[in-house]
T-cell receptor, first 110, second 114 residues
Framework: DTAVSQTPKYLVTQMGNDKSIKCEQN?????MYWYKQDSKKFLKIMFS???????INETVPNRFSPKSPDKAHLNLHINSLELGDSAVYFC?????????FGSGTRLTVV | GQQLNQSPQSMFIQEGEDVSMNCTSS?????WLWYKQDPGEGPVLLIA?????ELTSNGRLTAQFGITRKDSFLNISASIPSDVGIYFC??????????????FGKGTLLTVNP
């Protein structure tokens, strides 16, 4: 069983479109995250939710809107996609210490 | 904000060689974590360190939490081709609970030549 699963694995879309990435964890963790990994492989936290409540909201354009329907799910919706949004987006979850990461969604905006 | 300096940025080694990489911080951390990221996958936790001076091993991997709490190193002994990947250090400031920020280093890309 995959602990943190995110879909889709790959997403190619045109500028201006709206897209969503879904994430689910079956670890029973209370906290979930979205990270962005750029072309230089730097991992940057975007959002953190604890029991469906927003905890961390880094400086991210408001075109990015996370939604947590329950503590096992944290989806990321992106409006009006721009070229600079191209990156790999990782969902992660944690209970006490370390994050468990999903396998990533490679978003390419053309 | 906190900054983590991870070095080296990349390494090219021969199979069988030992490898060492380290991270230094401008802040004092309570926890150090080391992750490995394989191509096309997410980072996977290798070792977690919780106390200054702690030395922890995981197979051929050994990591230490520096005495000053501002640094950590990861050693890989007798490298093999599957050690190829990007290694990240990460440091955490607050203890307890899960609502904390984890600061990541910029990664060390390891290439192992068979």
């Amino acid at each position: 069983d995959t602990a943190v699963s995110q879909t889709p694995k790959y997403l190619v879309t045109q500028m201006g479109n709206d897209k969503s990435i879904k994430c689910e964890q079956n670890l029973g963790h209370d906290t979930m995250y979205w990270y962005k990994q750029d072309s230089k492989k730097f991992l940057k936290i975007m959002f953190s939710y604890n029991n469906k409540e927003l905890i961390i909201n880094e400086t991210v354009p408001n075109r990015f809107s996370p939604k947590s329907p329950d503590k096992a799910h944290l989806n990321l919706h992106i409006n009006s996609l721009e070229l600079g949004d191209s990156a790999v987006y990782f969902c992660a979850s944690s209970q006490a210490t370390a994050r468990t990461f999903g396998s990533g969604t490679r978003l390419t905006v053309v | 904000g906190q900054q983590l300096n991870q070095s080296p940025q990349s390494m090219f080694i021969q199979e069988g060689e030992d490898v060492s990489m380290n991270c230094t911080s401008s802040s004092i951390f309570n926890t150090w974590l080391w992750y490995k990221q394989d191509p096309g996958e997410g980072p996977v936790l290798l070792i977690a360190l919780y106390k200054a001076g702690e030395l922890t091993s995981n197979g051929r991997l050994t990591a230490q939490f520096g005495i000053t709490r501002k640094d950590s190193f990861l050693n890989i002994s007798a490298s093999i081709p599957s050690d190829v990947g990007i290694y990240f250090c990460a440091g955490r400031l607050n203890s307890g609970g899960s609502n904390y920020k984890l600061t990541f280093g910029k990664g060390t890309l390891l290439t192992v030549n068979p």
